[in-house]
Structure formats: structure tokens, C-alpha cells
């Protein structure tokens, strides 16, 4: 009965070589978050989408994109993965935006950059 | 300065302890307040929310101070199995939250 659905959880990648990570979810939310968690910090925002809307948070580095093709995928792309970039990547969704939203987590993709 | 701080610990207390956390945080707009709990290498999971007027849930005590921008966590009698780590979030009027770094916890035998 997993909402939200991480995939691949574990992803290897060449430093340099693109990687793509994906999320589903199957509770027709509006809004669909990626947060990056480095190891002992706190999740941080990276952007969001609120259907079709795009809004990237300001310190979001240009390296990170996504996609939303429909109202249950969104993709973060990585274009040119840094050592820096390691890192759990955590997908989230709302059914809307606001304070009194909960958000709902995936389980996360742990990604290694060699 | 972090908008959300937390003694990061680790916070080492026996099964059965009473252990508290806080939470400061420095942006007054700041709407809702959680805490989410993280199991290692795992999603933060919604734990509780926290009211000005203080909510329980079973072992759990969730305290909010507007006027100090201070948020709190008690677990009573804790058990083995609360150990995990324990976010502070807080919420601004967009909806964006807002993570402390985290106060991790181990109950021991």
C-alpha cells in the first residue's frame, strides 16, 4: 500500500555522468517535493511542484532539474553528479500547498557518487 | 544562524527514562510546528504535531512557546525502540518546511 514510491533506492553513479531519480505516488496530490539529505544534516528543499507549476527554491544549484509529466511522476535529474551530490534524495507530497498540509515522504534514494 | 536548531546529541538514556528535546526557532512568521521521527537510513515520518496548548499522544508530549520560539518534546518511559533521531519542523504560511538538524536518541537496555 506504499503513497509514495522511491525508485531505484540505491543509485551508483560516475562522477559527471547524469542520473535520473523518480518518485510516484499514487494519492492524486497537487504538490510533489524533492528534499536532499546529506549524511547528519537536516532535509533541505531543493523544489517543488504544484501541478504543472515549477518553483525551484533560490540556493538550488542549476546541476538539479525535474520533471512532472503527469500528476503521478516527478523526476530530479541530475546533469553533471558531484562528489558533493551524495546524498539521500527524498520525494514528498501534499495534497495541496499550505501550513496545515502534511506532507508524505518516500522512502528516499541514497545516491553514490564514485 | 539556522532558522530550526536542535542539540544534535546523541542523547544515551536507559529504557524506562523521561528525556526532553528542544527545539528554537528564529522566524516569528513561522505557522505550524511538527515533529518527525527518522529511523536510520529512512524517510522522516510524521510523529506529531505541536499546539500551543500542548498535545499528547501516549508516551509522547509535544509543548509549543510562541513567545520564546521554543518547541519541546518529552517521551516518557522510553522504550528500545524509540531510538531514532527526532526533527523540529516548522512551517511558514507557504507550506515549506523548515528541518533543525535533528537530535538523535538511544534508549539502551
Known amino acids: 500500500d506504499a503513497m509514495v514510491i522511491q525508485n531505484p533506492r540505491y543509485q551508483v553513479t560516475q562522477f559527471g555522468k547524469p542520473v535520473t531519480l523518480s518518485c510516484s505516488q499514487t494519492?492524486?496530490?497537487?504538490?510533489m517535493y524533492w528534499y536532499q539529505q546529506k549524511s547528519s544534516q537536516a532535509p533541505k528543499l531543493l523544489f517543488h511542484?504544484?501541478?504543472?507549476?515549477?518553483?525551484n527554491e533560490a540556493d538550488t544549484p542549476d546541476n538539479f532539474q525535474s520533471r512532472r509529466p503527469n500528476t503521478s511522476f516527478c523526476f530530479l535529474d541530475i546533469r553533471s553528479p558531484g562528489l558533493g551530490d551524495a546524498a539521500m534524495y527524498l520525494c514528498?507530497?501534499?495534497?495541496?500547498?499550505?501550513?496545515?498540509?502534511?506532507?508524505?515522504f518516500g522512502p528516499g534514494t541514497r545516491l553514490l557518487v564514485l | 544562524r539556522k532558522e530550526v536548531e536542535q542539540d544534535p546529541g546523541p542523547f544515551n538514556v536507559p529504557e524506562g527514562a523521561t528525556v526532553a528535546f528542544n527545539c528554537t526557532y528564529s522566524?516569528?512568521?513561522?505557522?505550524?510546528f511538527f515533529w518527525y521521527r527518522q529511523d536510520c537510513r529512512k524517510e522522516p515520518k510524521l510523529l506529531m504535531s505541536?499546539?500551543?496548548s500542548g498535545n499528547e499522544d501516549g508516551r509522547f508530549t509535544a509543548q509549543l512557546n510562541r513567545a520564546s520560539q521554543y518547541i519541546s518534546l518529552l517521551i516518557r518511559d522510553s522504550k528500545l525502540s524509540d531510538s531514532a533521531t527526532y526533527l523540529c519542523?516548522?512551517?511558514?504560511?507557504?507550506?515549506?518546511?523548515?528541518f533543525g538538524q535533528g537530535t538523535t536518541l538511544q534508549v539502551k537496555p
Open positions: 514528498a507530497t501534499s495534497r495541496d500547498l499550505g501550513q496545515a498540509e502534511t506532507q508524505y
Open positions: 494519492l492524486n496530490h497537487n504538490v
Open positions: 511542484y504544484y501541478d504543472k507549476d515549477f518553483n
Open positions: 522566524n516569528s512568521a513561522s505557522q505550524s
Open positions: 505541536v499546539y500551543s
Open positions: 519542523v516548522v512551517t511558514r504560511n507557504t507550506g515549506k518546511l523548515i
